[in-house]
């Protein structure tokens, strides 16, 4: 059993440090979130049958730590590379999916993003109208039945009429929701329309 924990904290640290020393997105299979999430559920136990102040539970305690820390900068370090790569045009997002199956979703919203970015700086570039024209004319919709809002107030998890668990969110946050859900927070004074 030792082995096998020993095994899969090895097999994420390599990935963390193959990710961390390159610029391009490594490979990283999907199972791996299944295996580690395992293997923290294993640790959680086993910090359960032991003392705060004992040996064991500080080793645990020290290897959860260790997979938070990696797993989170792993993924920040991929959604950088991703990002950039989109900026920079070097990867498609068909290229991109392949190694983000696990986030697929947000993926696509980060690439609309990007793409309005691109679109907006082209336009600005042309230099056929005014800066301020081009800042503020209309934008398309996000994507057909949802709508880009600004959060207003902390709120908790909300579910979507997609069947998409949504939040929690902060204020400030800007987030693309079904235009349903998005329409009862305005209505309730809890978001604003930036764009729908």
Do not use: C
Not at 98 to 106: G, I, P
Not at 151 to 173: A, C, Q, S, W
């Amino acid at each position: 059993m030792t082995e096998i924990r020993l095994r899969v904290y090895s097999k994420l640290l390599s990935f963390w440090r193959e990710e961390s020393s390159g610029r391009s997105i490594s490979e990283l299979p999907n199972e791996i979130f299944d295996e580690v999430s395992g293997l923290a559920r294993k640790i959680l136990s086993l910090m359960r049958l032991h003392e705060d102040k004992s040996v064991v539970y500080k080793i645990a305690s020290t290897m959860l730590e260790n997979i938070k820390f990696m797993i989170s900068e792993m993924l920040t370090l991929r959604m950088f590379k991703v990002i950039t790569s989109l900026l920079e045009k070097r990867n498609s997002i068909g290229d991109l999916k392949k190694s983000f199956a696990h986030v697929e979703r947000h993926l696509e919203h980060i690439a609309k993003g990007v793409e309005m970015f691109h679109s907006l700086l082209d336009n600005i570039l042309k230099f056929e109208s005014s800066t301020t024209e081009v800042m503020h004319a209309p934008i398309r919709k996000i994507r057909e039945g949802y709508a880009l809002i600004r959060i207003l107030r902390k709120l908790p998890k909300i579910v979507g009429v997609d069947m998409t668990i949504y939040g929690p969110f902060n204020e400030e946050d800007i987030v693309i929701l079904p235009q349903q859900n998005a329409e009862v927070l305005v209505k309730r004074g809890i978001a604003e329309f930036i764009f729908s």
